[in-house]
């Protein structure tokens, strides 16, 4: 197996230093010789070198360095008199593109063309320039590169200047989504066509489709009501919570949170100048039932609202709330957007719910529910989120054929799909590197958190190199160390089993 990653160990810079000597010195006659055979670059303290690995041997390399001036430039002057204002915002220059002899085929090059591509993208480089030998030029050209101006060197090692423009390595780029893989909560990949794109909302037939999506969210929720709503989870529960405002004018309610969900539940209820208190517990602690039940004892609040499945910290919620609630006569509302699909429960006992269509459902992103088991009131809350706005006619606004369709054919696929999903979580929980760094408090067959080492601190990084996307760009995730693995997508299997071969590679080279 071929994979990429950064050097960052001294035995890599040493194994760099002698492919170094090996293709620029007695391949390629541009150094002299020396008795060490080993040719540390001049800008070595400046590169960045991506690497590449047959499992754990070493076989190719090329260098990135963004600080001018450039090699490039002492051979031909400065690069931005070729290049476009728009190419040279954020510039960096390939160097030392090296592959052992016996490996110099298709899928090493693409390998580091990949690595190459993706970390440029990652970066927001908007060009990388290089000195391409002749002998190359096919490969390069392959990789988006294009000659912008003569050749330079000599006879026996003539390169070509040549640059890769974020236009230029669109091709390659939509080749390599189409091998990448992501461990995302959402958005889901789709693996079937997209369907009804012109089918009215008004017409019988859409009827028929919205009829069937309506009946079967409700058997799966355990629930009497359902609106369903064009737009993301956080507008759910705007209408969630536009409804309880309205429903409970003058009383007060109590908002429990332990991440970054629980705590955007909060942020959103003040915005809507609400009534409310906060009981926060700390990321990926559980909720102290005893303690609720005394704050619910002296008959304060009227409604208690909390996030069933917490993304943030891969924490299922307690449902023992439902027995506190109506022991206390309060109305109970939660935030299901990342468990609903995820795992079977019930919301019989649920006051107000929210989830959506692209996350543990696996359907197209664009649809969100609010779950109800009484007829929702007239409020005065905008039109779009006035649930009993949607009750009274039925489909007030545009609903897309297309959104409707989708969520349907995934829901379709239960009760078989929770089966599915608790598989690959097992799968998930049987890995090493779960065992050691996953939080285990209170999992959930959606998403997994895990909180690495800090000689594990580039994994993300290198496996992005590799097409491999874990779930670890939110700023809610990186400020506290977090990266997360998700069990939804479609093509989880292969993905993971290509990351856990990595993995494996990745920690014999310690």
Known sequence: MYW???????????????LNYATFVEEIPQHPTNAARHLVDKFHTENTYLVVYKEQQLIG?????????????????????YLTAEDCEKLCEVRL??????????????????????????????????????????LYKQMG?????????????????????????????????????????GPVLQQEPIVHTDLSHRSYAFQLLFEELQQRLLALAHAKYVTTLVGT????????LAQLKSDFSGSKGLIITNGEFGERLARQ????????????????????????????????????????????????????????????????????????????????????????????????SGLSFVFSNHQPQPSDAPLYINLAHYGQLHIPFTLPAALIASTLASLRDYPVRFELLAERMKRLEAWSCYQQYASKINPYPMIATFK??????????DLKLNG??????????????FVQISVVQPYFEEAFTKLTTIYKYYQLLD
């Open 4 to 18: 990429c990653k950064i050097a960052t160990s001294e035995k890599e810079f040493e194994e760099i230093a002698a």
């Open 61 to 81: 390399m090329l260098a990135l360095r963004d600080k001018r001036p450039f090699s490039i430039d002492e051979k031909i002057g400065i690069v931005e008199n």
């Open 97 to 138: 593109l090296a592959i052992k002899k016996q490996y110099r085929n298709g899928r090493v090059f693409f390998r580091l063309a990949q690595a190459l591509v993706n970390y440029l993208f990652e970066r927001r480089y908007t060009a990388c320039v290089i000195s391409g030998t002749t002998r190359e030029q096919k």
């Open 145 to 185: 590169f294009q000659q912008f101006a003569e050749a330079v060197g000599t006879s026996e090692a003539l390169f070509l200047p040549m640059v890769l423009t974020r236009e230029g390595s669109a091709p390659l780029r939509q080749r390599l989504r189409r091998d990448a893989f992501t461990f995302y909560p």
């Open 233 to 240: 989870g956080t507008l759910a529960n705007e209408a969630m």
């Open 269 to 364: 209820a003040k915005q809507q100048q609400m009534a409310f208190d906060v009981l926060a517990f700390g990321w990926q602690e559980s909720f102290d039932l005893a303690y609720i039940e005394e704050l619910l004892e002296r008959g304060e609040y009227k409604w208690l609202l909390y996030t069933h499945g917490e993304t943030s910290t891969g924490m299922c919620n307690d449902e023992e709330l439902t027995l506190l609630a109506e022991r206390y006569n309060v109305a109970l509302c939660a935030d299901c957007i990342s468990s609903f699909g995820a795992l079977p429960f019930s919301l019989a006992a649920f006051y107000l719910a929210t989830a959506v269509s692209g996350k543990a459902i696996g359907a197209l």
């Open 452 to 461: 690495l080492p800090h000689e594990l601190c580039h994994l993300a990084d």
């Open 468 to 481: 491999i996307h874990l779930h670890d760009e939110s700023g809610y995730l990186q400020s506290r160390g």
